[in-house]
């Protein structure tokens, strides 16, 4: 059983900056896809940062030069940096694991960002 658990969000400024943490209970961020989403009151829940198990990344023209992934196999920890936040960027966030093989992936509770002056 892999349990996620973010950390990290908060009240922040426009301009500003946050780092978000996901923590897992198992030693999978070496080789699993893992990923960033969010979702905003009455919308659908959007990917804002993906990592392949190889380390490709990529982002949605919205976030791009703005958030940035990345991954400590070590502490198994994944990290997404936030800057330059907008209001538009207030939403839940969440981290997601997705395994090698078979179906199911892995999600965290989330955590609430909220840019707002």
């Known amino acids: 059983q892999v349990i996620l658990e973010e950390s990290g969000g908060g009240l922040v400024q426009p301009g500003g900056s946050l780092r978000l943490s996901c923590a897992s209970t198992?030693?999978?961020?070496?080789?699993?896809?893992v990923n960033w989403y969010r979702q905003a009151p009455g919308k659908q829940r959007e990917l804002v940062a993906a990592?392949?198990?190889?380390?490709?990344?990529n982002y949605p023209d919205s976030v791009k030069g703005r958030f940035t992934i990345s991954r400590d196999n070590a502490k198994e920890m994944v990290y997404l940096q936030m800057d330059s936040l907008k209001p538009e960027d207030t939403a839940v966030y969440y981290c997601?694991?997705?395994?090698?093989?078979?179906?199911?992936?892995?999600w965290g509770r989330g955590t609430q960002v909220t840019v707002s002056s």
């Open positions: 198992g030693s999978i961020f070496s080789v699993y896809a």
């Open positions: 997601n694991a997705v395994p090698p093989i078979g179906p199911v992936s892995y």
């Open positions: 990592m392949s198990r190889d380390g490709a990344i």
